[in-house]
């Protein structure tokens, strides 16, 4: 599975079966992705990435929020040819939508989708 890390605010690794959270089916334990939520207010950012072995990518991070909902999508293009090493070329891309819902402070309805 590809994995967008423009949109991972953080990492939460959990070792072993002893999580309540995840319970004890996760045997060797969990690496949990936790995505941006949608900013207060709208924005855009991009980046963008070259070097002088063949490797360029392009990021891009927006959301807003009104009223009770959150939209996000972030999402990568990169792509790599004529790198130092043979067959080495690729390229990659990944969307991922995030919409959130906030019931009232203290539930809120968190959907994304790779």
Known sequence: MEINMAAVKSIEIIKGPGSSLYGGEAIGGVVNMITHAPPAIPLVKTSLQLNNIGYKRADLQTGFSKNKWGFGINGYYATRK?????????????????ADYRFNEKTKLENSLP
């Open 82 to 98: 004529s790198g130092f090493i043979e067959f080495t070329d690729s390229r990659k891309s990944i969307v991922t939508a995030r």
